[in-house]
């Protein structure tokens, strides 16, 4: 005699709790016991009202196979499919299926790229850029056996000042002279320091008949005066990001009706930073994608430089420290046979242009500060 007890949720989410006692004959077969049996017709009674039905106090369902070679258990359960198909309800659950749901096991791997230093010594000696370097072992730092990879924390002091080698200078033609390149001391500016700084650098050139301000509601203004023309256009390159595009211009930015207004810019060198490792990236199969035209590659992150800061003052035209915590960082697809061993990473500024560790050090000296990440390494 088995006595089995069954669970069948109705459609209305509301349970009965059915008590049956049945006999079921058994019948060796070998070493196994063979359970063979049919449950006749059934009658379930609840309370007046249960399950939305006001009117009835009871419910009746046709015989009920039992199947073989199944436990005590395993009968309630397919007892109770059949009463649930039987009767309507929406789904039924067999008594002790809870099924334990908890997060993927999880260890960090914290990288600084102080860590490129092998030694003390090398960082006083050896001085290279935080913003390219590798990681090198004598093993692997993961030996596999994990799926998942997410950048969840990073900490990036952002030194680079919006005035560099890449921005500090632009070409200038003034009524028809000679052209003549214009260079700003590197460093930190706010736009009106900026305008300030520019319009001494062209007093030589117009003899103080230039006035620069930085108007509402973002842009460079060049008063040149009743009279006078005056051309900016990038020094070298004219395909590279410099201190015409800084300020607001375009190409060949001619000045006409005395005014020459820019276009709104906010002043710094880059609008975000992209942290790039290929070997952690290998192995996802989806490629990640950017707007900007000639710039393909995967990233750990992408980092933006707007910060809480409500003064008014534009991130970027001034040193500060970004620390971003990913609430919905991206997961890395890993092979988890294949082990994590050397690594380089990379930081790019917006046009795809790797960050130089070297851009404002007196005789080349690296000033710019370390930057840590943590990320995220799962099972799962």
Not at 77 to 87: E, K, N, P, V
Request: glycine share 10%.
């Amino acid at each position: 005699m088995e006595r089995i007890r069954i669970l069948v949720r109705l459609a209305t989410r509301t349970t009965l709790s059915i008590m049956m006692v049945c006999v079921v004959p058994v019948i060796s077969h070998g070493t196994e016991q063979m359970r063979i049996g049919m449950i006749p017709r059934l009658q379930v009674h609840y309370p007046a009202g249960c399950c939305g039905i006001p009117r009835l106090s009871k419910i009746t369902c046709d015989s009920i196979g039992v199947d073989f070679f199944q436990s005590s258990r395993q009968m309630a359960s397919s007892m109770a499919a059949q009463m649930g198909r039987q009767l309507g309800f929406g789904g039924y659950i067999a008594e002790d299926q809870a099924v334990t749901v908890r997060p993927s096991s999880t260890v960090l791997f914290c990288v600084d790229s102080f860590d490129r230093y092998a030694t003390p010594t090398d960082s006083q000696f050896g001085l290279s850029s935080p913003y390219s370097f590798s990681i090198t072992r004598n093993q692997n730092i993961f030996t596999g056996f994990f799926k998942r990879i997410a950048l969840t924390e990073i900490v990036f002091p952002y030194y680079i000042p919006n005035i560099n080698p890449r921005t500090n200078s632009m070409s200038v033609i003034y009524n028809g002279g000679a052209e003549v390149a214009l260079t700003i001391a590197n460093g930190f500016y706010t736009p009106t320091a900026l305008a300030t700084a520019i319009q001494v650098a062209l007093i030589p050139l117009t003899n103080g008949g230039t006035t620069v301000t930085y108007v509402s509601p973002g842009r460079f203004s060049f008063d040149v005066g009743a009279g006078n023309d005056l051309i900016l256009f990038p020094s070298g390159d004219t395909g590279s990001f410099g201190l015409v595009d800084l300020i607001g211009g375009d190409g060949d930015w001619v000045s006409g009706n005395q005014i020459l207004i820019g276009k709104i810019t906010r002043c710094r060198y880059t609008e975000y930073m992209d942290i790039v490792s290929s070997q952690l990236t290998y192995n996802q199969d989806l490629k990640d994608a950017t707007s900007t035209n000639g710039i393909s590659r995967d990233v750990l992150a992408r980092i933006y430089l707007e910060t809480e800061d409500q003064s008014g003052t534009v991130p970027g035209t001034y040193p500060f420290t970004i620390y971003r915590q990913f609430a919905t960082p991206k997961q890395i697809k890993w092979n988890e046979t294949q082990p994590i061993g050397n690594l380089t990473f990379e930081v790019y500024d917006d046009r795809g242009i790797l960050l130089s560790g070297n851009d404002t050090g007196a005789n080349g000296d690296q000033i710019f500060p370390d930057w840590r990440m943590s990320l995220l390494i799962s099972e799962n």
